[in-house]
């Protein structure tokens, strides 16, 4: 008996000491915030010195990419591994996961982690993402949308950790790039030193409404210095990784709730201490769906069996600068905005977007809301102030006419080389020197809708192009 007893201490000893070896994992997730909007992905304007020396610190992705513009699916593939038609979420707002789909965070448990969310992690709070978060999950506050927060109360939970706590996955989500955005008198930067990204309509009140967003963008920043900070404080950092991500593109034209490389691409960065080699880069492209593989795999785990996502930790670690070939992603809508469904895939340089419903009038929120009739001030704060400033300036100008018909309506097809046109202006689809590379993605993507049961189906009734005007109130 005594024997046993011996036996049994030490064993569990031994465990103890393995457990404590894990790496802590600090994943911190933005709401909206663009590819290119700090500096370690090239901008100048914009004062992101924490962004900066994690990238300084760690490795920079340039092709990571979501599995849609949304939200909700995007963050449920986040937590799932799996694409949205497999894991049954694919329209905003949309809650059930498909019979038999699991999350992968009690992977993370079952590895003896301490699993945390603060802020804006699943969306809009435990009705939407209690399909994938386990009631183990400590949740800081009350886990839905704040438009601004504190670390105050992350930085007492690491404070009253004890010395032999478990090992921790804390995922801390951040909505300052979401609209609302701050308020314009709060802007550091000035309207004449912004930079309307390409694609979009330049006015004077575009580039107020860009101070704005640029100001959420540096208040992130802000965040996760105070973020590394407790880091260093509270935790190891040497056995501590530490991500920055963002669940998909910008809330502006061209983007968010779109399937171009500004609405699917999003910045990641991952740090690690004496892991990952300082201040490189990787053009790997790798998922969302990967992200939580990674971490299972980085804690000794294995990832449940049928799942989309895989381990990118060798990309991490130097060893290889390739993981996916090829990045499918999905776009459906939002109840009864945003109905435009859209199917894409990235293949080396090429892109191809399919727009199920050419006919069908491309909007979103932002020019929705910033139309209606009445104008509803919930809405109006969420809504672009700068689209009415389009809408009068394509009554007199060709240019800004010709942007709103660009951003209402769509081709069928649409086929662009990345390397050479990363903005996608220039559409090669309809040029018979690409026909063989366009046949070849659109049966790429016609046999990924078979395989994964695309139904195609609408989050709501459409508006039809036909009934449309870009100079008119949208719901006179």
Known sequence: MLKKLIFFMFVTVIMTNVTAQKPNFVITIADDHGVYHSSPYGATEIRTPNLQKLADEGIRFDNAYVASPACAPSRAALFTGMMPYNNGIVGNHEIGLKPGVVSLIPSLLEQGYEVVFHGKVGHSGRKHYGAYVPDEVKILGGGGLQETMTLTEVETFLRNRPKNAPPLAIFIGWTDTHTAWPAKEAARISPEDVVIPPRIFDTPEARVEMTRYI??????????????????????????????????????PFAKWSLY????????????????????????????????????????????????????????????????????????????????PIRSVRVGNWKYIRNLHPEFAYTTHTDVWATETPRLEEHWKHAGHHWDSYIQAAKTDPAAAAFLRDYHSNPSEELYNIDEDPFEKNNLADLPEYAKELGRLRKMVLKRMKKVGDDQSLSGPPRLLKNFSILESRNK
């Open 261 to 340: 490389e500004t609405g699917i691409r999003t910045p990641l960065i991952v740090s690690w201490p004496g892991k990952i080699k300082p201040n490189s880069v990787t053009n790997a492209m790798v998922s969302w769906i990967d992200f939580i593989p990674t971490l299972i795999d980085l804690a000794g785990g294995k990832s449940p069996r049928g799942i989309d996502g895989k381990s990118f930790g060798d990309v991490l670690f130097g060893k290889t600068s390739n993981h996916r070939k090829v990045i499918f992603a999905t776009h459906k809508g939002d109840n009864d905005k945003n109905v435009y």
């Open 215 to 252: 100001e959420g963008a540096e208040n992130i920043d802000v965040r996760l210095g105070k973020t590394m900070q407790l880091v260093n404080q509270y935790l190891d950092p040497d056995n501590t990784l530490l991500a920055y991500t963002s669940d998909h593109g910008m809330p502006w």
